[in-house]
Structure formats: C-alpha cells, structure tokens
C-alpha cells in the first residue's frame, strides 16, 4: 500500500476526531515523551503530537506522504524528524510511545505479517512504553462492500470505490484522479483474533476503546 498519487489530497480525508481520541489516550499516560508514530500518513497526528511538546518520530511507506507531511510541519512551525519505513522491517528507535493510527495495521495481508509488525514494535518498547493502534471492525469493513464516491476538486477529479474480495473480511478499494488509479487493498480480522496475534507477540492489551467504526488497543509488552 503505497498512497503515491493520492498523497497531495490525503489531508481531505483526515479523521480529526480520530486523531483527537489518540491525542488524548497518550495523554492519559504520558504527557511527554517520544513518539514513534508509524504509517503517519500526511502527518497530522505527529503535528499535533508536537504541538503538545512531544519528541515526535514519523514514518510512512510512501515518500510522496512524507513529502506532503513534512510540509504540514513546517506549516505548523513544529520539528518532526520523518524518514521512510515499512513496518514489516525492524526499527532501531525506542520509544515511550508508538502509534499506528488510522487503520494501518488493516493493510497488512496475513496474520503472519500482523504478528511481525507486533513484534518489531515490541522490540524498541519500554518496560513502561504503550503501543496504540486501530483495526476496522469485521461488520464495518463488510458495511463499505459497493461503496462509491466522485469528488471534484480544483484541478482533478477523484473516484473512490470498494470491491469485495474472495477472501473473508478483505476489501479492495479503486482510487482514480482523473486517468490513473491506485488499488489497496484492506484486511480486518475478528477481535479476538488481535488478542491472539498480540499474545503470540507477547503485547498485552491494557485498554481497549470501541469506535462505531473500529477499535483501538493499548498494549505493553509482557516478559
């Protein structure tokens, strides 16, 4: 998943209140600190996350995101240090707090790679780190089967469309501005399953947040 042509209007589907509820849940647990934000997108959490006065560390697959993010920052005023990452590659960046927002871990393919990037997170954790992020809810995912949107903006035209899949709880979405189009492809899985794969992980979840649309887990790494 790599949002390259999407990247310069990804900011037109921020889910503020989204990233509103993580601002405050690390909060709650810490009011300063370093953030590992991982899959940042255009950067809007991590800008937030700075405002506040936290040391924040962002990342995304996609450098033309990045490209976008760190000129969010700079518009800001606030310092972010970005780089390019896949979280299926280990990181040497330890952190008090790392974030995978915004359903990042939904991109992922197989269970198999969910464990691994639990894993790689626990790695750079703390005895006292948190690692937070969302999955999409099995009856959400399966509710955007046929969805359809046309967006005209000022120099382009953006169809959005989401195709089943033969795979359970797997969808594909059709991104088109104007001529050229981008498929992704999401994957959700039950939430019992994420306890599983966070066991196999030996991440503990510690609180969980239900949302209309998905859940978000706290976890800490267990011994």
């Given at each position: 998943m790599i949002y390259n042509k999407l990247a310069s209007y990804y900011d037109l589907f921020v889910d503020e209140q989204l990233n509103d509820v993580y601002l405050n849940l690390i909060k709650k647990y810490f009011t300063s600190g370093r953030v590992a934000d991982l899959g940042c997108g255009t950067g809007q959490l991590a800008i937030n996350l700075a405002k506040e006065g936290y040391y924040v560390t962002a990342s995304d697959l996609s450098e033309k995101m990045l490209?976008?993010?760190?000129?969010?920052?700079?518009?800001?005023?606030?310092?972010?240090?970005?780089?390019?990452?896949?979280?299926?590659?280990?990181?040497n960046l330890d952190s008090e707090i790392i974030v995978m927002a915004s359903d990042v871990i939904?991109?992922?393919?197989?269970?198999?790679?969910?464990?691994k990037a639990f894993k790689y997170v626990k790695e750079i954790m703390y005895d006292n780190s948190i690692y937070l992020f969302d999955f999409l809810k099995t009856s959400y995912v399966m509710s955007l089967i046929g969805y359809h949107e046309e967006v005209e903006l000022a120099d382009a035209k953006l169809t959005w469309k989401v195709l089943a899949t033969k795979e359970k709880y797997k969808i594909k979405h059709y991104v088109t501005i104007n001529d050229s189009t981008e498929i992704h492809f999401q994957r959700t899985y039950a939430e019992k399953v994420y306890n599983e794969m966070c066991n196999k992980a030996m991440l503990k979840v510690i609180e969980k947040i239900e949302l209309e649309?998905?859940?978000?887990?706290?976890?800490k790494k267990t011994t």
């Open positions: 490209e976008v993010a760190y000129n969010n920052s700079l518009l800001s005023n606030v310092k972010i240090n970005f780089f390019v990452h896949d979280i299926l590659e280990p990181l939904n991109y992922l393919d197989n269970e198999a790679a969910v464990i649309d998905r859940i978000i887990f706290i976890c």
